[in-house]
């Protein structure tokens, strides 16, 4: 049984969660912090993300694991990200590590376990799906990557099978 995604009421609640630990942040660093985005749109194991995408900041949250875990989420994932959205303004995410002493400080700050992830079960979640790509040597089936794949449609490096040392050809991609 997959996990259903937060509610709408819930969703209310994560933004003026993000919110409030902004404003936390912005009462202990003495100085203002814009707004920033929030997106649900989340997959795979991670509960929360922070990111720039083309020159804007932005959060995300995994609306499955936030749904199995609500209390914890709010209490861990929300100040988790909120600390490396105020890491990345206060000392710039290229001059410091991800979970590096800066951002533990600033989590700690703001009542999260300075932790690199949670430790959640995450039967139920729905995981990112990979497309795999299927190939064919002289002797089997071999199921590629995207990163791979990609290389070969472009003409960079062919694979030979290891085995029978026939080149590789595409015959197919498949969801799985
Ligand atoms: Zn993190
Ligand atoms: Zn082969």
Redesign the pocket.
């Known amino acids: 049984m997959f996990v259903q995604p937060i509610s709408e009421d819930q969703r209310g609640l994560v933004v003026q969660a993000t919110a409030a630990c902004l404003a936390h942040a912005e009462e202990i660093f003495q100085r203002s912090f814009p707004a920033i985005p929030l997106r649900f749109d989340l997959r795979g194991r991670a509960a929360g993300m922070y990111r720039i995408y083309r020159g804007t900041r932005l959060i995300r949250y995994n609306p499955h694991i936030f749904a199995k875990y609500f209390t914890e989420s709010l209490a861990q994932t929300v100040p988790h990200e909120v600390a490396h959205y105020v890491t990345d303004l206060l000392y710039g995410l290229r001059s410091v590590r991800p979970h590096g002493p800066e951002w533990r400080g600033i989590a700690q700050a703001l009542g999260a376990k300075p932790r690199a992830t949670g430790n959640y079960d995450l039967s139920g979640i729905p995981q990112r799906r990979q497309t795999l790509y299927d190939y064919r ?4 089936q071999h199921r590629l990557g995207a990163q791979r794949h990609n290389r070969m449609q472009r003409g960079e490096g062919g694979y030979l ?6 080149a590789l050809v595409f015959c197919g991609a498949e969801s799985g």
């Open positions: 040597c002289a002797c089997t099978c290891r085995r029978c040392r026939a």
